[in-house]
């Protein structure tokens, strides 16, 4: 049974996957506008990944006898300024959620909850690779810079990325 402090940090963990995923979803059709088809390609599939995250934080809480809250969600920009732009945000992002969970996993040790602590540590596994994956592609977009070109090339990778991590969100579902 998940004490009401626990609880109450896993609903705001929920919250920030949902909200996680919307942003992404938002990037994602903003790339799609612009002709990347491979940036956007990319981006939905991480808006789906965050959705299964927050899945399996609603179905844990539930099984372990709280309540899982689907909360409202603001809505989140629809421009971006540009390709590298998108992706530094993502980075941005990821290291807040990453302190998120590591404060989240805090709050698991001092409440001496070990079965969630376990459970969190797929999260914290899942962080450090979603942070090496955004900092690689800033780089290569550091490295890019003004070349449109170079954009072209980086849009074609990216559909080779988005396959080579394809089962992402079902992992995400699986554990
Ligand atoms: Fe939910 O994995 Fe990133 O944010």
């Known amino acids: 049974m998940l004490s009401s402090k626990v609880t109450k940090a896993l609903n705001t963990q929920i919250e920030l996957e949902a909200s996680s995923s919307q942003y992404y ?10 002709g990347l088809s491979g940036v956007s390609g990319f981006l939905y599939k991480h808006a789906d990944e965050e959705r299964m995250h927050m899945l399996k934080l609603i179905k844990f809480v539930n099984e372990r006898g709280g309540h899982g809250i689907v909360p409202a969600l603001k809505q989140p920009p629809h421009k971006f300024k540009s390709v590298k732009a998108v992706f530094e945000e993502i980075l941005k992002h990821e290291i807040k959620v990453t302190s998120e969970i590591n404060n989240l ?15 969190l540590q797929w999260y914290v596994s899942e962080q450090i690779e979603e942070e090496a994956l955004a900092r690689q592609i800033v780089d290569k ?12 090339f980086f849009d074609r990778d990216l559909i080779g990325i988005t396959a080579s991590t394809e089962g992402g969100a079902e992992k995400g579902q699986k554990n």
Do not use: C, P, Q
């Open 25 to 34: 979803l938002a990037m994602a059709s903003w790339a799609e506008t612009e």
């Open 105 to 119: 996993v805090d709050v698991t040790l001092k409440e001496k909850d070990y079965t969630t602590h376990n459970f």
């Open 141 to 152: 977009l550091k490295l890019i810079g003004e070349d449109r070109s170079g954009l072209y």
